[in-house]
Protein backbone atom coordinates (compact mmCIF):
# COMPACT_ATOMS: atom_id res chain seq x y z
CA UNK A 1 0.00 0.00 0.00
CA UNK A 2 1.12 3.44 -1.12
CA UNK A 3 2.38 5.14 2.36
CA UNK A 4 2.23 9.24 2.90
CA UNK A 5 5.59 9.63 2.85
CA UNK A 6 7.50 12.83 0.86
CA UNK A 7 10.60 14.28 -0.61
CA UNK A 8 12.88 15.64 0.53
CA UNK A 9 14.27 13.18 2.95
CA UNK A 10 16.85 14.40 4.88
CA UNK A 11 18.37 12.38 7.91
CA UNK A 12 20.63 13.81 10.51
CA UNK A 13 23.15 11.68 12.66
CA UNK A 14 22.17 11.22 16.38
CA UNK A 15 25.86 13.09 17.45
CA UNK A 16 25.19 16.30 15.44
CA UNK A 17 21.48 16.28 16.62
CA UNK A 18 23.22 16.14 20.11
CA UNK A 19 25.74 18.69 19.28
CA UNK A 20 23.12 21.04 18.28
CA UNK A 21 20.41 20.26 20.59
CA UNK A 22 23.27 21.02 23.45
CA UNK A 23 24.33 24.25 21.85
CA UNK A 24 20.65 25.57 21.12
CA UNK A 25 20.09 25.06 24.85
CA UNK A 26 23.12 27.29 25.73
CA UNK A 27 21.82 29.69 23.84
CA UNK A 28 18.44 30.07 24.82
CA UNK A 29 19.59 30.25 28.36
CA UNK A 30 21.59 33.41 27.43
CA UNK A 31 18.73 35.03 25.81
CA UNK A 32 16.98 34.04 29.47
CA UNK A 33 19.83 35.83 31.15
CA UNK A 34 19.71 38.98 28.98
CA UNK A 35 16.05 38.71 29.49
CA UNK A 36 16.61 39.05 33.56
CA UNK A 37 19.60 41.59 33.02
CA UNK A 38 17.86 44.01 31.49
CA UNK A 39 14.79 43.58 33.39
CA UNK A 40 17.07 43.60 36.48
CA UNK A 41 18.34 47.06 34.88
CA UNK A 42 14.89 48.85 35.42
CA UNK A 43 13.43 46.93 38.52
CA UNK A 44 14.90 46.36 42.13
CA UNK A 45 14.38 43.04 43.72
CA UNK A 46 10.47 41.99 44.52
CA UNK A 47 11.01 42.47 48.68
CA UNK A 48 12.87 46.33 47.90
CA UNK A 49 10.11 47.17 45.37
CA UNK A 50 7.00 45.93 46.80
CA UNK A 51 8.03 48.25 50.71
CA UNK A 52 8.47 50.86 48.12
CA UNK A 53 5.09 51.08 46.33
CA UNK A 54 3.51 50.51 49.34
CA UNK A 55 4.85 53.57 50.80
CA UNK A 56 4.14 55.64 47.43
CA UNK A 57 0.78 53.96 47.59
CA UNK A 58 0.37 55.43 51.02
CA UNK A 59 1.80 59.02 50.53
CA UNK A 60 -0.24 59.13 47.34
CA UNK A 61 -3.59 58.09 49.57
CA UNK A 62 -2.75 60.56 52.04
CA UNK A 63 -2.25 63.24 49.34
CA UNK A 64 -6.59 62.55 48.52
CA UNK A 65 -9.01 64.69 49.49
CA UNK A 66 -10.37 64.21 53.03
CA UNK A 67 -13.14 62.27 53.41
CA UNK A 68 -15.99 61.70 55.68
CA UNK A 69 -15.10 60.06 58.68
CA UNK A 70 -17.31 57.15 59.95
CA UNK A 71 -17.48 56.60 63.70
CA UNK A 72 -20.29 55.37 65.44
CA UNK A 73 -21.96 57.48 68.11
CA UNK A 74 -20.73 57.12 71.93
CA UNK A 75 -22.93 54.14 73.64
CA UNK A 76 -23.76 56.40 76.50
CA UNK A 77 -25.82 59.26 74.12
CA UNK A 78 -27.16 56.51 72.47
CA UNK A 79 -28.40 54.21 75.25
CA UNK A 80 -29.79 57.59 77.22
CA UNK A 81 -31.11 58.31 74.04
CA UNK A 82 -33.35 55.12 73.07
CA UNK A 83 -33.70 54.86 77.51
CA UNK A 84 -35.91 58.32 77.21
CA UNK A 85 -37.80 57.63 73.92
CA UNK A 86 -39.14 54.33 75.64
CA UNK A 87 -40.19 56.05 79.00
CA UNK A 88 -42.05 58.62 77.06
CA UNK A 89 -43.68 55.92 74.65
CA UNK A 90 -45.03 53.93 77.82
CA UNK A 91 -46.14 57.53 78.80
CA UNK A 92 -48.15 57.88 75.93
CA UNK A 93 -46.24 61.24 75.47
CA UNK A 94 -45.86 61.40 71.97
CA UNK A 95 -45.29 65.20 71.76
CA UNK A 96 -42.23 65.09 73.62
CA UNK A 97 -40.92 61.85 72.12
CA UNK A 98 -41.09 63.73 68.73
CA UNK A 99 -39.28 66.37 70.43
CA UNK A 100 -36.49 64.38 71.55
CA UNK A 101 -36.33 62.52 68.26
CA UNK A 102 -36.05 65.44 66.16
CA UNK A 103 -32.96 66.94 69.07
CA UNK A 104 -31.41 63.31 68.35
CA UNK A 105 -31.23 64.01 64.81
CA UNK A 106 -29.96 67.53 64.88
CA UNK A 107 -26.78 66.26 67.68
CA UNK A 108 -26.24 63.55 64.99
CA UNK A 109 -26.29 66.12 61.73
CA UNK A 110 -23.94 68.19 63.89
CA UNK A 111 -21.49 65.84 64.88
CA UNK A 112 -21.15 65.05 61.21
CA UNK A 113 -20.64 68.25 59.76
CA UNK A 114 -17.65 68.58 62.39
CA UNK A 115 -15.82 65.54 61.60
CA UNK A 116 -15.87 66.33 57.96
CA UNK A 117 -14.13 69.75 58.53
CA UNK A 118 -11.35 68.13 60.23
CA UNK A 119 -8.07 66.76 58.96
CA UNK A 120 -5.14 65.43 59.73
CA UNK A 121 -1.61 66.79 59.15
CA UNK A 122 1.67 64.54 59.31
CA UNK A 123 2.88 66.11 62.42
CA UNK A 124 -0.98 64.37 63.90
CA UNK A 125 -2.12 67.90 64.48
CA UNK A 126 -5.62 68.58 63.79
CA UNK A 127 -5.95 71.41 60.91
CA UNK A 128 -9.35 72.81 59.06
CA UNK A 129 -10.26 72.01 55.72
CA UNK A 130 -9.31 75.26 54.80
CA UNK A 131 -5.15 74.74 55.79
CA UNK A 132 -5.23 71.12 53.38
CA UNK A 133 -3.45 72.82 50.60
CA UNK A 134 -0.42 73.71 52.63
CA UNK A 135 -1.17 69.87 54.08
CA UNK A 136 -0.35 68.65 50.60
CA UNK A 137 2.32 70.37 49.85
CA UNK A 138 4.16 69.36 53.05
CA UNK A 139 3.41 66.15 52.39
CA UNK A 140 4.76 66.73 48.66
CA UNK A 141 8.07 67.29 49.64
CA UNK A 142 8.02 64.47 51.86
CA UNK A 143 7.50 62.05 48.67
CA UNK A 144 10.52 64.10 46.89
CA UNK A 145 12.68 63.83 49.73
CA UNK A 146 11.87 60.12 49.85
CA UNK A 147 12.58 59.64 46.10
CA UNK A 148 16.22 60.85 46.66
CA UNK A 149 16.62 57.74 49.06
CA UNK A 150 19.29 54.82 47.84
CA UNK A 151 18.69 51.40 48.19
CA UNK A 152 19.68 50.10 51.84
CA UNK A 153 23.09 48.83 52.42
CA UNK A 154 23.05 45.06 52.62
CA UNK A 155 21.86 45.24 48.81
CA UNK A 156 24.29 47.58 47.81
CA UNK A 157 27.66 46.04 49.33
CA UNK A 158 25.99 42.83 48.07
CA UNK A 159 26.11 43.98 44.27
CA UNK A 160 29.28 45.62 45.06
CA UNK A 161 30.82 42.64 45.87
CA UNK A 162 29.44 40.19 42.97
CA UNK A 163 29.77 43.30 39.89
CA UNK A 164 31.67 46.22 40.33
CA UNK A 165 29.85 48.87 39.20
CA UNK A 166 30.84 52.29 37.69
CA UNK A 167 28.14 54.82 39.04
CA UNK A 168 29.21 57.18 36.37
CA UNK A 169 26.84 54.91 33.92
CA UNK A 170 24.44 53.86 35.98
CA UNK A 171 20.94 55.56 35.01
CA UNK A 172 17.82 55.54 37.57
CA UNK A 173 14.61 54.60 36.57
CA UNK A 174 12.28 57.73 36.05
CA UNK A 175 8.61 55.03 36.19
CA UNK A 176 6.30 56.54 37.87
CA UNK A 177 5.03 53.53 40.13
CA UNK A 178 9.26 52.26 40.99
CA UNK A 179 11.20 55.06 42.95
CA UNK A 180 14.96 53.48 41.94
CA UNK A 181 18.29 55.59 42.24
CA UNK A 182 20.16 52.98 43.13
CA UNK A 183 23.63 51.60 40.57
CA UNK A 184 22.99 49.24 37.91
CA UNK A 185 24.99 47.35 35.45
CA UNK A 186 24.63 49.55 32.31
CA UNK A 187 23.21 47.93 28.65
CA UNK A 188 26.28 49.03 27.14
CA UNK A 189 27.95 46.26 29.94
CA UNK A 190 25.20 44.07 29.39
CA UNK A 191 24.99 43.30 25.91
CA UNK A 192 29.24 42.52 25.92
CA UNK A 193 29.01 40.05 28.41
CA UNK A 194 26.42 38.39 26.21
CA UNK A 195 28.22 38.73 23.09
CA UNK A 196 31.26 37.20 24.50
CA UNK A 197 28.80 34.25 26.20
CA UNK A 198 27.31 33.74 22.90
CA UNK A 199 30.78 33.27 20.95
CA UNK A 200 32.10 31.57 23.78
CA UNK A 201 29.15 28.85 22.88
CA UNK A 202 29.84 29.05 19.32
CA UNK A 203 33.31 27.89 19.57
CA UNK A 204 33.09 25.25 22.07
CA UNK A 205 30.09 23.62 19.20
CA UNK A 206 32.40 24.03 16.44
CA UNK A 207 34.84 22.15 18.32
CA UNK A 208 32.80 19.52 18.97
CA UNK A 209 31.71 19.83 15.69
CA UNK A 210 35.11 19.06 14.44
CA UNK A 211 35.15 16.46 16.19
CA UNK A 212 32.50 14.46 15.10
CA UNK A 213 33.44 15.15 11.48
CA UNK A 214 37.20 13.79 12.81
CA UNK A 215 35.33 10.51 13.56
CA UNK A 216 33.24 10.53 10.51
CA UNK A 217 33.58 7.94 7.58
CA UNK A 218 36.74 8.91 4.56
CA UNK A 219 35.54 8.01 0.81
CA UNK A 220 38.12 6.61 -1.25
CA UNK A 221 40.56 8.70 -3.29
CA UNK A 222 39.04 6.90 -6.65
CA UNK A 223 36.54 8.49 -9.34
CA UNK A 224 33.26 6.46 -9.38
CA UNK A 225 32.47 4.00 -11.65
CA UNK A 226 28.56 4.19 -11.17
CA UNK A 227 26.43 5.29 -14.12
CA UNK A 228 26.10 9.45 -13.98
CA UNK A 229 21.98 10.54 -13.21
CA UNK A 230 20.72 12.39 -15.54
CA UNK A 231 20.21 15.43 -13.46
CA UNK A 232 23.49 15.58 -12.00
CA UNK A 233 25.98 17.77 -14.24
CA UNK A 234 22.79 20.26 -14.08
CA UNK A 235 22.23 20.04 -10.78
CA UNK A 236 26.22 20.24 -9.57
CA UNK A 237 26.44 23.74 -12.22
CA UNK A 238 23.50 25.00 -9.67
CA UNK A 239 25.01 23.71 -6.21
CA UNK A 240 28.26 25.87 -7.22
CA UNK A 241 26.28 29.33 -8.05
CA UNK A 242 24.26 28.93 -4.96
CA UNK A 243 25.71 27.21 -2.37
CA UNK A 244 29.75 28.61 -3.21
CA UNK A 245 30.63 28.52 0.58
CA UNK A 246 30.41 24.66 0.53
CA UNK A 247 32.81 22.49 -0.96
CA UNK A 248 30.60 19.74 -3.29
CA UNK A 249 32.00 17.13 -5.49
CA UNK A 250 29.71 15.07 -7.90
CA UNK A 251 30.58 11.44 -7.85
CA UNK A 252 32.45 10.04 -4.98
CA UNK A 253 32.63 6.30 -3.93
CA UNK A 254 32.15 4.48 -0.28
CA UNK A 255 34.11 1.47 0.65
CA UNK A 256 31.07 -1.19 2.04
CA UNK A 257 32.62 -3.14 4.92
CA UNK A 258 32.22 -6.84 4.42
CA UNK A 259 31.56 -6.30 0.61
CA UNK A 260 33.66 -5.96 -2.64
CA UNK A 261 30.51 -3.50 -3.82
CA UNK A 262 31.32 0.31 -3.02
CA UNK A 263 28.06 3.22 -2.20
CA UNK A 264 28.41 5.86 -4.86
CA UNK A 265 26.96 9.14 -3.83
CA UNK A 266 25.36 11.75 -6.42
CA UNK A 267 27.06 14.53 -4.84
CA UNK A 268 28.93 15.51 -1.64
CA UNK A 269 29.12 18.95 -0.02
CA UNK A 270 31.15 19.91 2.86
CA UNK A 271 31.30 22.73 5.19
CA UNK A 272 35.19 24.05 5.44
CA UNK A 273 35.05 25.45 9.10
CA UNK A 274 33.69 22.41 10.92
CA UNK A 275 34.08 19.72 8.42
CA UNK A 276 30.69 18.42 8.51
CA UNK A 277 29.50 17.10 5.37
CA UNK A 278 26.04 15.47 3.67
CA UNK A 279 25.48 12.87 1.50
CA UNK A 280 23.55 14.49 -1.46
CA UNK A 281 21.16 12.20 -3.36
CA UNK A 282 18.45 12.76 -6.96
CA UNK A 283 15.80 9.60 -7.01
CA UNK A 284 14.21 8.68 -10.44
CA UNK A 285 11.54 6.33 -10.27
CA UNK A 286 12.91 4.37 -12.77
CA UNK A 287 15.87 3.26 -14.87
CA UNK A 288 15.85 4.60 -18.32
CA UNK A 289 18.59 3.00 -19.85
CA UNK A 290 17.67 0.96 -23.06
CA UNK A 291 18.83 -2.44 -21.48
CA UNK A 292 16.68 -2.25 -18.53
CA UNK A 293 14.02 0.82 -18.83
CA UNK A 294 11.13 0.87 -16.89
CA UNK A 295 12.80 -0.90 -14.01
CA UNK A 296 11.23 0.79 -10.51
CA UNK A 297 14.51 2.52 -8.53
CA UNK A 298 14.36 4.03 -5.12
CA UNK A 299 11.14 2.91 -4.30
CA UNK A 300 10.29 3.17 -0.47
CA UNK A 301 8.66 -0.68 -0.44
CA UNK A 302 12.49 -1.53 -1.31
CA UNK A 303 14.96 -1.60 1.61
CA UNK A 304 18.27 -0.62 -0.19
CA UNK A 305 18.05 2.37 0.09
CA UNK A 306 17.12 2.21 3.95
CA UNK A 307 20.59 0.06 5.01
CA UNK A 308 22.34 2.70 2.76
CA UNK A 309 20.92 5.41 4.57
CA UNK A 310 22.00 3.63 8.00
CA UNK A 311 25.67 3.15 6.63
CA UNK A 312 26.34 7.49 6.40
CA UNK A 313 24.21 8.02 9.29
CA UNK A 314 26.90 5.49 11.67
CA UNK A 315 29.37 7.23 9.99
CA UNK A 316 28.12 10.93 10.71
CA UNK A 317 27.13 11.92 7.61
CA UNK A 318 23.86 13.91 7.20
CA UNK A 319 21.75 12.49 4.29
CA UNK A 320 19.21 14.66 1.73
CA UNK A 321 17.44 13.10 -0.83
CA UNK A 322 15.42 15.05 -3.62
CA UNK A 323 12.99 13.56 -6.33
CA UNK A 324 14.33 13.91 -9.44
CA UNK A 325 11.77 16.55 -10.59
CA UNK A 326 12.51 18.72 -7.55
CA UNK A 327 15.66 18.92 -8.80
CA UNK A 328 14.66 19.69 -12.44
CA UNK A 329 11.97 22.08 -11.47
CA UNK A 330 13.22 23.78 -8.04
CA UNK A 331 16.38 23.61 -8.27
CA UNK A 332 17.13 27.34 -6.09
CA UNK A 333 14.14 25.82 -4.08
CA UNK A 334 16.68 22.73 -3.54
CA UNK A 335 20.00 24.34 -2.89
CA UNK A 336 18.07 26.48 -0.41
CA UNK A 337 16.98 23.31 1.80
CA UNK A 338 20.82 22.37 1.27
CA UNK A 339 21.61 25.77 2.95
CA UNK A 340 19.02 25.38 5.56
CA UNK A 341 19.92 21.96 6.59
CA UNK A 342 24.14 23.16 7.14
CA UNK A 343 23.39 26.34 8.79
CA UNK A 344 20.94 24.47 11.56
CA UNK A 345 23.54 22.48 11.51
CA UNK A 346 26.80 24.35 11.95
CA UNK A 347 25.15 27.40 13.12
CA UNK A 348 26.07 29.44 9.90
CA UNK A 349 23.54 31.47 8.96
CA UNK A 350 25.66 33.08 6.38
CA UNK A 351 25.42 30.25 4.00
CA UNK A 352 21.47 30.58 3.90
CA UNK A 353 21.36 34.24 3.49
CA UNK A 354 21.75 35.02 -0.50
CA UNK A 355 19.09 32.48 -0.62
CA UNK A 356 16.41 33.90 1.76
CA UNK A 357 14.87 35.40 -1.09
CA UNK A 358 13.74 32.26 -3.29
CA UNK A 359 10.72 30.20 -2.07
CA UNK A 360 10.35 27.10 0.04
CA UNK A 361 11.12 23.51 -1.39
CA UNK A 362 7.63 22.00 -2.51
CA UNK A 363 7.29 18.12 -1.43
CA UNK A 364 6.70 15.09 -3.99
CA UNK A 365 5.33 12.14 -2.48
CA UNK A 366 7.18 9.21 -2.64
CA UNK A 367 6.38 6.14 -5.02
CA UNK A 368 6.52 2.62 -4.47
CA UNK A 369 7.19 -0.49 -7.15
CA UNK A 370 3.84 -0.52 -8.71
CA UNK A 371 3.62 3.24 -8.86
CA UNK A 372 7.03 3.52 -10.47
CA UNK A 373 5.86 1.12 -13.45
CA UNK A 374 3.33 3.09 -13.92
CA UNK A 375 5.38 5.96 -14.79
CA UNK A 376 7.74 4.24 -16.75
CA UNK A 377 4.65 3.55 -19.02
CA UNK A 378 3.26 6.95 -19.22
CA UNK A 379 6.89 8.22 -19.45
CA UNK A 380 6.81 10.55 -17.01
CA UNK A 381 10.27 11.56 -16.47
CA UNK A 382 10.38 13.52 -20.02
CA UNK A 383 7.68 15.64 -18.81
CA UNK A 384 9.44 17.50 -16.28
CA UNK A 385 13.21 16.86 -17.95
CA UNK A 386 12.27 18.82 -21.04
CA UNK A 387 11.26 21.70 -18.61
CA UNK A 388 14.47 22.27 -17.07
CA UNK A 389 16.05 21.37 -20.88
CA UNK A 390 17.51 17.74 -20.72
CA UNK A 391 16.85 15.19 -22.87
CA UNK A 392 16.62 11.23 -21.88
CA UNK A 393 18.75 9.54 -24.65
CA UNK A 394 16.49 6.65 -23.91
CA UNK A 395 12.67 6.46 -23.57
CA UNK A 396 9.47 3.82 -23.85
CA UNK A 397 9.36 4.99 -27.45
CA UNK A 398 12.95 4.29 -27.92
CA UNK A 399 13.09 1.55 -26.03
CA UNK A 400 9.90 -0.09 -27.83
CA UNK A 401 11.49 0.60 -31.19
CA UNK A 402 14.76 -1.25 -30.22
CA UNK A 403 13.01 -4.17 -29.10
CA UNK A 404 10.87 -4.67 -32.15
CA UNK A 405 14.73 -4.48 -34.23
CA UNK A 406 15.63 -6.86 -32.45
CA UNK A 407 12.99 -9.54 -33.26
CA UNK A 408 12.82 -8.64 -36.71
CA UNK A 409 16.55 -9.72 -36.73
CA UNK A 410 15.78 -12.68 -35.31
Not at 115 to 143: C, H, M, N, W, Y
Not at 184 to 197: G, T
Request: glycine share 4%; net charge positive; hydrophobic share 40%.
Amino acid sequence: MFKNKHYPIVLIPDSIAAAVKARNTAQQQVDRNRFSSSRAAINLPDNIANDRASNLLATASNLSEPATTKKWLSMPVLFSYLACLTALLVAMQFALAALLTAAFCFYCCWRSISLTKTARSPSGKTVQSRDFKKVRSERAQILQSRKSQTVPTERTNTTANTHPIDRSKTTANTHPNKIVNSPMPSEQNIEQSIAAQLKNIEAQAILQLKQIAANAIEPLQIKATAQEGATEAFFLSRIKEFLPGLHAVQGVPFAIPGSKLKYSCDFIAVHPATGIAADIEIDEPYVATSSHYGLPHHCFDCARDGRRNQFFLRGNWIVIRFAEEQIALQPAACCKLIASVFAGATGDLKILEPLNSFPDLLPVKQWNSQTASAMAKRNYRQTYLVKAGINLVNSAVSCGRNKRRKRHRR
